[in-house]
């Protein structure tokens, strides 16, 4: 295993964010590194062993959880991304290959600064943080996660939404030569999902662009993704090419899917239980498979900060 601990990092290999953003094809050469010492990975033996880009001038967030963030190699080879297959497996030996630079996000609807943006333009304003968050999977699995990201609301400041401006919708990008799971019917693609604007705006909600200091690996969601932590991680859409600001509620593809199942709001709830299991407890991904369950906290545990956003309305209706 060839995993580099943050102690073995030279300052030589990590990168500034101005150089982080001018290199505009960093990623691609990073995949390739990695796809060649990572090609045909053994099921079995399925340890990402070529680390990514460092990213530089991070700030750190007073929303961090203190909670130990889960190892590496778990966060990256044990995923949800119906583009590379439905397997956890699936989207680590499938993206490597995928192709998230050049990268663009066609911001439109109800905004003033509504266009079409390279990825590095449309991140360039914003400062870069770490983020630790609690990450609970409507299976009821959860993880621990150092993100880096910048806020959902500074960018949503920026773009000057109009009044009619009710929701955020979100799409992934829609390339079944790419993604192999596009080309079979297990979602409506392209990947879909939306946000009150009261939610957009909340300041926990965040774009990620990394993990572990790190350019964000394909199967994560790169080059951009959102992440809600008070919500389910179906929420955290990935690869997002467009952003709309829109007066009704948008469509999300798993309502779509399973309207019974996945609600608009998909708020992390112990109290309202997934018809088919119980929301009540999860387990910690990484913890051991005979590791006892730990309680699922309301909205993740993050109900200080979102709680208010639905003050008056009825959870368990509106799950
Ligand atoms: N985004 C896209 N485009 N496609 C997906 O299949 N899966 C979602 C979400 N975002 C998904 C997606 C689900 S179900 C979860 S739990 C999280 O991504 C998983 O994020 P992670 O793999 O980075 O942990």
Known sequence: MLIKKPADIRP?????????????????????????????????????????????????????????????????????????????????????????????????????????????????PFDLEERIYRMRCVEAWSMVIPWVGISLADVIKHLQPTSKARYVAFETLHDPSQMPGQRRRSLAWPYREGLTIAEATNPLA?????????????????????????KYGFKGIKSIVRMSFVEKRPQTSWNMAAPNEYGFFANVNPEVNHPRWSQARERRIGSGLFASKQPTLMFNGYGEQVAHLYDGIDLRRNF
Do not use: C
């Open 206 to 230: 965040i774009f990620a662009v990394g993990i572990y200091g790190e350019v964000l690996p394909n199967q994560n969601g790169a080059p951009i993704r959102l992440i809600v932590p008070w």
């Open 12 to 124: 030589s290999e990590i990168t500034s964010k101005d150089n982080y953003l001018n290199r505009r094809d960093f990623i691609r050469a990073g995949s390739i590194a990695g796809a060649a010492t990572m090609a045909g990975p053994a099921l079995g033996a399925i340890v990402p062993d070529a680390r990514r880009e460092k990213i530089g001038d991070i700030g750190t967030s007073i929303f961090s959880s203190d909670e130990a963030p889960n190892d590496y190699e778990d966060v990256v080879t044990y995923n949800n991304y119906y583009e590379f297959g439905t397997g956890k497996q699936d989207p680590y030996e499938n993206a490597q290959e995928f192709r998230s630079r050049p990268w663009s996000i066609t911001v439109d609807g109800e905004a003033a600064k509504t266009g079409t943006y390279h990825f590095e333009d449309f991140i360039k």
